[in-house]
Structures are given as C-alpha cells and as structure tokens.
C-alpha cells in the first residue's frame, strides 16, 4: 500500500450509489446474511451466497451504508451507521420466523460479534471470514503505526491508502484482473466499484475501525452464540491472531476455528473459497 494526499475537500453530495445486493430465497426456514469488508462489495460474497443457495439456504448479502457511493461520502461515515443498517438487515429476516445466520469478511465479522452480544440466541450462529481486530498481516506498511496521530487531525479526510498487490488475493488470474482496475481507478470516480471494491482506503475509515475493534474486544466473553472462524494462514492484512484472540476469548460453547493454507484475506473470492463455503455449510447444516 502506498499513501496518497488529496486536497479536494468537497463536502458530500447526495450522489447515486452503485452496485445492488444480492437476495436469493430458500427453503429450509433457514437465513444466512453474508456481509462484505469494509470498502468492498456484495460481489466478494457471490461465490458464498450460490453455494449456501443451493443447498436450501435463504441468502441476502446487503451492501453496507454509503458504500458504493463516492469516496468523499464513505469516507466519512462512522462504524455505527454500518451497524445500524446491517441490524435492521438482521431484524427484518428475523421477522420471517427463518433461522438467522450472519456471516461477515474482515471488519464485517466485528459486527457478527456485535450482533452476537446484543440478541444472543435470537442469532442461530455466526462466521467470522478472516476477522481484522488490528492490521498485523505481512502487507501492512511499516507507517500502518504512525497513522493514529493523523485521525487526531484534518489529514483524516484528506490521506488514502492506495491499493496494492497482492489486494488480499492469492490467485493469479483474480488478482490480475484487480490490478487492471485499480492500477488505472481515480479517487473521484466510483467506476467498477460495485464489482471490485474501492481502489482507495480512507485514513478516516482506517479510525473507524480502530474505534469498532475497541468496542467488540470487551464484550468478547459475554458472548455465546454459535461461531465458526475462518482465516488464512498467510493474511495479508490481518494474521491469525486476529480469529486467535476472538476464539480464545468468546464463551461460546460450539465454536469452530479453521485455518486455511492457500489464499490471502479475501477469502470468500480466494482459492480456497470452495472449502470456505463447504466449512461455513457444514457449520451452519449441524445448529
């Protein structure tokens, strides 16, 4: 990753947002609700929401708040207002009478554990996907330490990291088509957005995830829903230790962590996203 500096300060505008979520019905009296990473897509849980579709689950994968939209938007959007709409996501499949599942890749898997502390058994069970309660992975620039002293300031709104290889992607052939979008994405423009993601990671939303990780670390023993962790041995972004800390200190009394050998952090799109989809189905088929 690499830092970018930007003036344009623009204030947002209510701007069209891009990308749609993904709604399949099912059959089993059964929900599972797969969220994407912070400044990703539903698109990164496509592979997911198939697999679990076709073996009779119900499968909404919602795109969080204002993501979609332009970056001078995102950008400041606080870690609550993801929670909140994603609760109402929650609250709404409940209201079916199906059993409710939530799967959510990297920060999204922080609000699995939100959901799990604040309706209990109301959530039949949870999956972390490569959980980021701190950005320890081998990708991370060593200046990752010295960016706290910026979200103090107005450089918040103004500092970016730019996307690099290997983008949480392993594979090959995935990551080359990465790469050819974001090698040429602009800051102010949300072209291929709904299909990649953002080729940009505010500094603004770096802090948001700081504060969220903050939240969700004491709450950890109060909560005992059913929980599977998923992780990627060589994470990019976030090691091991990130679903370590969170199996370690969650009570859960079925709980589950896999650690996979093959892919990088994005692991609903990765190499190994078949056996992440064949753990998570599994997991879910036994609550």
């Known amino acids: 990753m690499s830092l970018v500096f930007s003036l344009d300060l623009a204030p947002p ?3 069209e947002t891009t990308g749609d979520d993904i709604v399949l019905p099912g059959t089993r009296g059964k929900t599972a609700i797969l969220v994407h990473g912070l400044t990703g897509t539903p698109n990164e ?9 076709q073996a009779g689950y119900g499968v909404i994968c919602p795109r969080l708040a204002n993501h979609g939209r332009p970056l001078r938007v995102l950008m400041r959007t606080k ?3 993801f929670y909140k709409e994603l609760r109402l996501v929650f609250l709404r499949a409940r209201e079916s009478g199906d059993k409710v599942y939530v799967a959510g890749l990297s920060m999204s898997a922080l609000f699995v554990l939100l959901l799990a502390e604040e309706f209990g058994e109301e959530l039949a069970g949870g999956i972390c996907l490569a ?4 950005f320890d992975g081998w990708n991370v620039p060593w200046y990752n330490g010295l960016l706290p002293l910026a979200t103090h300031t107005p450089l918040k709104y103004r500092l970016f990291f730019k996307e ?8 090959a052939k995935i990551q080359s088509m990465v790469h ?3 090698s040429r994405a602009k800051l102010k423009d949300t072209e291929g957005v709904a299909k990649f993601g953002y080729a940009f990671f505010p500094v603004a939303l770096f802090h948001e995830l700081k504060r969220l990780a903050r939240r969700v670390r ?9 929980m599977l962790l998923i992780h990627p041995q060589d994470d990019d972004t976030a090691s091991v230790k990130n679903s370590q800390v969170i199996y370690d200190g969650i009570s859960s009394p079925v709980k589950k962590l896999v650690i996979l050998r093959d892919c990088y952090h994005v692991i609903t799109a990765d190499q190994e996203r078949e056996k992440v989809a ?6 879910l088929d036994q609550l």
């Open 218 to 226: 004491p709450l950890l023993g109060r909560i005992q829903a059913p």
């Open 164 to 171: 690099s290889r290997p983008y949480g992607i392993k594979n």
């Open 278 to 283: 064949q753990e998570m189905e599994d997991f």
């Open 180 to 182: 050819r979008h974001y």
């Open 79 to 81: 870690w609550e207002e």
């Open 13 to 15: 505008r209510n701007d």
């Open 45 to 53: 849980m496509r592979h997911l929401a198939f697999r679990l579709n």
């Open 131 to 134: 959980p980021t309660l701190f």
